[in-house]
């Protein structure tokens, strides 16, 4: 449905209500914009109310206003360029009201991954990490900054993590040696979607071990090799991608497994703050 959207719209013209047809004549006009509208932005766009919108998607086949959007987005996620999103970015946000506008976007993703997120799964994912043998945590380009952040609290809660470094394909594989039937890799994946997490991936798999994705939809090559996953939409009109949604999904998990360890997390971050007092790691402030 998501190939197809403009398609639909089209195809189903005729039957569309008044304010229905403004809507749909909006999006086959400025679907590039429209992928990334709230349905209160799309609707005063359109000149139609809110639900008006919210109703229009479930017309078109589509269980709610989200999911009209993220088939939207999928299918402009191949047609634009960095370039093109650049410029769609300049059309979309007046200068003087970029900053507002994109956390706005940002608190958008929020309400969205919390309003449909699977905590069933994430309960499963945590129990994977806490019963693996050893975690390797793998994300490249934009990604790579999530999984440092990841590797960084979890180096803290454990011992058994590696961060794989992604400089150079060769080197990847020979920090991924020993990975086995035991062990998780945790592959964080958005858009544009690297050809080298996928092959590291399929290396880990091949050596049997279980693979937990974060990625942004079930259409990501990563959540199709995933034995569990977790999701976050990161996408927005411009040249960067939104990790907000995938720092707040991570900042669950970390606190989730710390509370899982109980009074052993408890005793490590009570002998971190003895090493970093005794060493004058942070300095002492006024009061102390």
């Not at 709610?64 to 191949?78: C, D, K, T, V």
């Not at 999530?146 to 609290?153: D, R, S, T």
């Not at 011992?159 to 992604?166: A, F, G, I, K």
């Not at 927005?236 to 052993?264: E, H, Q, Y």
């Amino acid at each position: 449905m998501a190939k197809s959207i403009l398609h639909t719209i089209e195809t189903n013209m005729a039957g569309f209500s008044k304010g229905q047809k403004r809507i749909a004549n909006y999006i086959l006009e400025n679907y590039d914009k429209a992928a990334f509208l709230t349905a209160s932005k799309l609707g005063k766009l359109a000149e139609v109310s809110e639900s008006t919108v919210v109703r229009f998607a479930s017309e078109l086949g589509y269980d709610g206003y989200p999911s009209m959007q993220r088939a939207l987005q999928e299918m402009i996620r191949s047609r634009l360029t960095s370039t093109q999103r650049i410029q769609a970015a300049g059309d979309l946000f007046d200068r003087r009201s970029i900053l507002p506008s994109v956390v706005q976007s940002d608190i958008e993703k929020l309400r969205l991954m919390a309003s449909e997120a699977n905590q069933s799964e994430f309960d499963r994912v945590v129990d994977q990490l806490l019963s693996c043998r050893h975690i390797y945590i793998l994300g490249v380009r934009s990604s790579s900054f999530v999984a440092g952040y990841l590797n960084f609290y979890m180096h803290l809660l454990t011992e058994n993590v590696t961060l794989v470094q992604s400089n150079a394909a060769g080197e990847i594989f020979e920090q991924l040696l020993r990975i086995g039937p035991e062990d998780v890799m945790v592959a964080i994946s958005f858009p544009r979607y690297s050809r080298v997490t996928l092959n590291t991936v399929k290396f880990a798999q091949d050596r049997g071990a279980s693979i937990i994705a974060i990625t942004d939809n079930e259409l990501s090559p990563v959540y199709q090799m995933a034995d569990a996953a977790l999701l976050a939409p990161c996408e927005m009109i411009s040249f960067v991608d939104s990790m907000v949604a995938p720092l707040s999904l991570v900042n669950a998990l970390l606190i989730a497994i710390g509370v899982r360890l109980g009074t052993n997390a408890a005793k490590t971050f009570a002998e971190l703050e003895d090493i970093w007092n005794a060493y004058d790691v942070f300095g002492k402030t006024d009061d102390e």
